[in-house]
Structures are given as C-alpha cells and as structure tokens.
C-alpha cells in the first residue's frame, strides 16, 4: 500500500494539534487558569482541516501571553513547512503587532515571518529583517547563515563574502572553500564584462580565492582564463595543463580551453599529438565528444574503432559520447557492422542503470553537467565526476 506525501502531511498536521491541545491543557492545568475558549475552537477547525477558521480564531484571541505566543509561532511554522506560506505570514504578522509581548518572543517572531518571506521569495522583505535582527541578537550565527543564502540567491558575492566572514570570526565554522568560490563568480563577472580594468580586478579576486582555498581545481582553471584573457597564451596553457597533471580526471573540464590555447599558439598538432596520447588512459569518446570533434583526418577507421573498443567492454560511456560515436558512423568514420552495433547495445545496457555522468555527494543529485555548486542542495564542490561501469554503477572519481 502506497502512502501519499498528503496524507503524510495530513498525519502530522494531526499529531502536531493533539500535540498543542495537550501542552495548552497540562499548562492551564498547573497554573489553575481555564483554558481560552479560542483555543479549543481553533484546535477543532484545525483537526476538521478547515485551515482559514482555524486561523481566523487564533488570531482573534483577545490576549497573547508569553506562553500562548509560543503556540502561534509553532502554529505558523506548521503551516510554512506545508508550503500555506500566505497563512504563516499573516498569524506571524499578527503576533509581532501584539502589545506587551517580551522582545526575545517578538525576535523569535520576527525570524520566523523572515523565513516565510524567503520561502515565498520576497527576498528584499526577508533581507531586511535578518539584518535587523542581526544587530539585535547575541548570537546571530543562524540569521547571517540565512542572509548569506539571499545573497547567493542575488548573486550579490561580495556580500556573501563579508557575510561568510562574519560568520567564520562568531563561530569555528570553515567557510574557506565556499568564500574562495564567492571570489571566483566575481573573477567569472570580471571576465564576462572584458572591460579596461576587468582584467585587473580579475587578477585580484582570484589572488583572495587562492589565499582561501590553495587546493581549489576553480581557481586552477581560472588562472589559466585570466592568462589567456589577457593574451599571454604561453602561460595560459602551462597552467591548463598543470590542471591535467594535478587533476587528470577533471582534464576534460580544459579540453575545449586546451583546444583553444593550442589555436592561438599555432600548435594545434601538439593538442592532436596531446589527445592521442590522452585517449590511451582517458575515454577517447569523452575526450571528442566535450570538444565536439572529429577525430584527426589522419586516423583511419580501424584506429578509431581500436581506441573505442576497450571503453565499451568497460562499459564507461555516456548518452553523450553514445551520440559522437553514432555521428562517426554516419560520417563513415566508423564502420557500421556487426562489432559496432554490439558496441551501442553494450552501452545502453550499462546506461540503463545510471544516467547520469555527475553526481553530488551531498544529496544524491545527478547531472549530465558538471556545476560548482549542487543546483538541489546548494552545497559547494560537491559535484563529482560519475564512471559508469557496468559492474560498479555507483562508483565516482574524486
């Protein structure tokens, strides 16, 4: 029997009143004071799933006690979590224009109605309490947390940064990694614009993203586009290659950028020279199919079957590479026979399993592309490279 993520949430909206009707019974109990006939109503509305009374009773309550506002938040989060984000606002909303409530509740409140802002997206809205409230609490760890994630949304990355540092002098969190990726998206804007003074606010950016994350395979690959950007070719390709050397399962990340270098210098048979001797431990179809090539003029059709021919008994090829192959086959690169349709039936097999060529390690997401940060969980440099081998699907190159 199969259960549905509704009548998960239906169950917990359940739970969670019997829950609020208990600890309003047991506190009323102690302390001798009957209990508000509002409460009783709106726990009711609440279990009938008649949402609107229920909130329209609760807010109606002539008198908010330390106590019972704490019910009103819970309440709120409850109908957030189920993505009713109009009606957590509007009790949060109600609650912090109270009389007479302590400012550590109105606080807690204001979080609150800040998160149902950042779940609905009024991201300036939400902005502007967290920062607020940062200024007012004693420990704003939770609230910078929550400010650096809008500006990461905003691609605001200088204020992500100072954020981050903020964060990093109030608590021992480690927020190297993700602070040397905020300056790489500013060396990134700098490129992109090719402005008189891009070039040097790029080479000052990737210094700070260095000085975080002396390890980090972005940076690599960015000191090789901020020499290239600034025509120093030579240099551009030392580092592209120093990115094969320290990271050869990642070298298909500069191949196109190799490529390019290779043009400019007027050494394209040194990147041919490259490829062949790269296609003998890397998966040649890889290899062409991120450069979106044809294997050199000069190679026969044998020799371009014999290169593939390990890579399909291994079972590590991709949709991707799949399709290149298919093109060589029309281009008559490739022979269309016997040996290569078993080829494709091979890998199909093997890509039935997984198909996917990247996967984060946080969450489980999976990608054809590569990206810096998990598109799902937002987690930095967890993205990571997939092989897939028919006897091992699951494993990943690091």
């Known amino acids: 029997m199969y259960i549905t993520i509704t009548t998960i949430i239906f169950f917990i909206i359940i739970i969670s009143a019997l829950i609020f009707y208990i600890s309003i019974k047991l506190f009323y109990k102690k302390s001798s004071n009957s209990i508000p006939v509002e409460y009783l109503q709106s726990m009711n509305y609440l279990l009938a799933e008649q949402h609107d009374k229920a909130l329209d009773t609760f807010m109606s309550m002539v008198s908010v006690n330390q106590d019972t506002a704490e019910t009103h938040i819970i309440l709120g989060n409850l109908f957030r979590n189920r993505g009713e984000v109009d009606r957590a606002i509007r009790i949060h909303q109600n609650l912090i224009a109270r009389p007479g409530l302590e400012i550590k509740v109105k606080q807690e409140c204001s979080l609150e109605l800040a998160k149902d802002y950042l779940k609905s997206g009024f991201l300036d809205r939400a902005e502007s309490i967290f920062k607020r409230l940062a200024s007012e609490v004693?420990?704003?760890?939770?609230?910078l947390s929550y400010l650096r994630d809008i500006y990461e949304q905003e691609k605001e990355w200088q204020k992500a940064i100072d954020t981050s540092i903020k964060i990093q002098s109030l608590s021992n969190e480690d927020l190297s990694d993700i602070i040397s990726h905020y300056y790489c998206e500013l060396v990134e804007n700098e490129l992109s614009i090719n402005e008189e003074n891009s070039l040097a606010a790029a080479k000052k950016f990737i210094n700070k993203a260095f000085s975080y994350n002396k390890k980090s395979l972005r940076t690599l690959i960015l000191l090789g586009d901020i020499s290239f950007h600034g025509k120093n070719y030579t240099d551009a390709l030392k580092k592209y290659m120093n990115i094969h050397e320290k990271y050869p399962n990642y070298t298909y990340l500069v191949l196109e950028k190799l490529k390019r270098t290779h043009e400019r210098l007027n050494t394209r048979d040194n990147f041919l020279t490259f490829i062949k001797r790269l296609s003998g431990i890397a998966n040649p179809m890889e290899l062409y199919s991120n450069l979106n090539k044809?294997?050199?003029?000069?190679?026969?059709?044998?020799?371009?079957?014999?290169?593939?021919?390990?890579?399909?008994?291994?079972?590590?090829?991709?949709?991707?590479?799949?399709?290149?192959?298919?093109?060589?086959?029309n281009k008559n690169r490739i022979a269309f026979d016997n040996q290569s349709l078993n080829n494709i039936r091979k890998c199909l097999q093997n890509y039935a399993s997984n198909e996917k060529e990247h996967k984060c390690i946080n969450c489980g997401f999976n990608s054809i592309n590569h990206f810096w940060q998990c598109p799902s969980c937002q987690k930095w440099s967890s993205i990571k490279k997939s092989t897939l081998e028919a006897s091992k699907v699951d494993h990943y190159v690091v």
Do not use: C, R, W
């Open 138 to 143: 004693e420990k704003p760890h939770e609230i």
């Open 294 to 329: 044809d294997f050199p003029a000069s190679m026969s059709s044998q020799e371009i079957s014999d290169l593939y021919e390990n890579e399909f008994d291994n079972g590590k090829v991709t949709l991707i590479q799949l399709s290149k192959y298919l093109e060589l086959i």
